[in-house]
């Protein structure tokens, strides 16, 4: 206990305390020691790094070879599948594209300070009594209208020397062997047309099941699509009366691939040969390889598919139709007495100009690109962006079609030109439009009534081509 009690000193020697009086000296503390400094991890990695590293090392060795052994035993957890990538890409697409389905809301436009609706269609208690027009005479130049088939039962025609052989061509025995002689004289309108129009041999394929063929001799007015080679899906159409459904045939034409991947995700045909509204005609046989160029058939010859229909109105399979097609009808060809109804073209309006974007899209070899230009420049084809003062250029997923003698040689025509160049319709259908020098009354309804009709859905899936030819040309 001494430690913890004060001691005094007394001194008397200490000049400053006054006499008699004692001083009290007070210990001072003592400095403790503080430990020395803990070294901080934290504040220094690369003497972590230091001292883990043969941990690190050991670590990534280890992850080196399981990846190795998984490599060689044929694993692929690291990397997915081709095919899962692209079904996992077309699900993407789905997802994003689906949102515009059984959409029926009108698409506007400013005219004049006003927001109106871009297709003017009649009101619904007048559609419901909408009926198909009477036939009125036609004071078309064309009174009789012939199709080319083959001659002497070979499927073939004579060439001249200088022609190139049919192998050179996409010409077959269901388009027939065109020289360019005979397509220049074709263009010659008379009131007796004979021109080549598919189905030009009985063994040219697109062979139809009898069934289905008289269900399509008892269409009057048609709204048809396609798909072939498994590509797109079907889109029931929507915004129609009940007065049109009685009227109107729906026809869709598939291939037996698109029917075998349609029933892969267990989307069946009933025993009727419908798809809710769709009846499905399955083609056998499909003339070309080139599954866009099989498209151009029931896109560009439904006078052919189609006996005794009055009207057709096209639609691509990446859309959805969504409005009443005697409604249609009325507003773009009844109502202005026009034969045939296209889209302008949205972004371009030269044909010259739509070449070298298709050449730069990939949408074709540019070597054929250059043929068709090549070809059309040398006939004279001017590089205007009007014809007739309507824009040269279409886009043609929607097409409405008059049934008449003008109209179907016009199909011909441009279907023949699609078979000699480029499956490219764009580039073609202006140039027919010069050749016939306005014998068809067009209706080149702007962008936004196109996008009124439909809602686009885009395609989905890239179809699977023929890898040999159905018909085989003849030497």
């Not at 459904?245 to 729906?250: A, I, S, T």
């Not at 899209?361 to 004279?380: F, M, S, W």
């Amino acid at each position: 206990m001494a430690s913890s009690v004060l001691s005094a000193k007394v001194s008397n020697e200490d000049p400053e305390d006054p006499p008699g009086q004692y001083r009290i000296q007070v210990p001072r503390k003592r400095r403790r020691l503080r430990a020395p400094r803990r070294f901080d991890s934290k504040r220094h990695p690369l003497a972590v790094f230091c001292s883990w590293w043969q941990v690190l090392v050991v670590l990534l060795a280890a992850a080196l070879l399981i990846y190795e052994a998984f490599k060689l035993g044929g694993f692929e957890w690291f990397t997915p599948s081709p095919l899962l990538q692209i079904e996992k890409a077309e699900s993407g697409v789905n997802r994003k594209s689906r949102g515009s389905l059984d959409r029926l809301e009108p698409t506007t436009r400013v005219f004049r300070g006003v927001r109106q609706p871009c297709l003017k269609l009649l009101p619904p208690e007048e559609l419901e009594l909408l009926d198909i027009p009477e036939e009125k005479e036609s004071h078309t130049p064309v009174k009789k209208l012939v199709y080319l088939t083959e001659p002497d039962g070979n499927g073939k025609w004579k060439f001249n020397s200088s022609e190139p052989s049919p192998q050179d061509t996409r010409f077959n025995s269901f388009t027939g062997f065109q020289t360019l002689d005979q397509r220049n004289r074709s263009f010659q309108v008379t009131e007796r047309a004979e021109v080549p129009c598919g189905f030009y041999s009985e063994a040219g394929g697109f062979r139809i099941s009898d069934d289905d063929r008289s269900y399509m001799q008892m269409c009057k007015v048609v709204v048809s699509t396609c798909a072939f080679g498994g590509g797109d899906d079907l889109y029931q159409p929507i915004g129609m009366t009940n007065a049109s459904l009685q009227k109107v045939c729906y026809v869709a034409f598939w291939d037996e691939i698109t029917l075998a991947a349609q029933e892969s995700v267990g989307i069946k045909v009933d025993p009727n040969h419908f798809i809710g509204k769709w009846r499905i005609v399955i083609v056998n046989d499909l003339p070309f390889r080139d599954q866009r160029l099989n498209g151009k058939i029931p896109k560009m010859l439904p006078h052919r598919l189609f006996p005794n229909a009055r009207y057709s109105i096209w639609v691509d399979s990446k859309s959805q139709f969504r409005r009443d097609p005697l409604g249609v009808l009325e507003a773009l060809l009844w109502r202005s007495n026009q034969e045939l109804g296209i889209s302008e073209h949205g972004a371009r309006s030269s044909v010259y100009d739509e070449a070298k974007a298709v050449v730069k899209k990939n949408k074709a070899r540019p070597e054929e690109v250059d043929i068709q230009i090549a070809q059309y420049r040398l006939d004279g084809l001017p590089e205007d962006k009007r014809l007739d003062g309507k824009k040269a250029l279409s886009e043609a997923s929607i097409i409405l079609r008059k049934h008449s003698s003008a109209t179907n040689l016009f199909a011909c025509l441009w279907f023949n030109e699609v078979v000699r160049f480029t499956s490219r319709d764009q580039l073609s259908f202006p140039y027919v439009r010069w050749r016939l020098k306005g014998l068809v009354d067009i209706n080149m309804f702007p962008v936004c009534i196109r996008k009124d009709m439909v809602n686009s859905i885009g395609h989905v899936r890239k179809a699977k081509p023929l890898f040999s030819p159905t018909v085989e040309l003849s030497p």
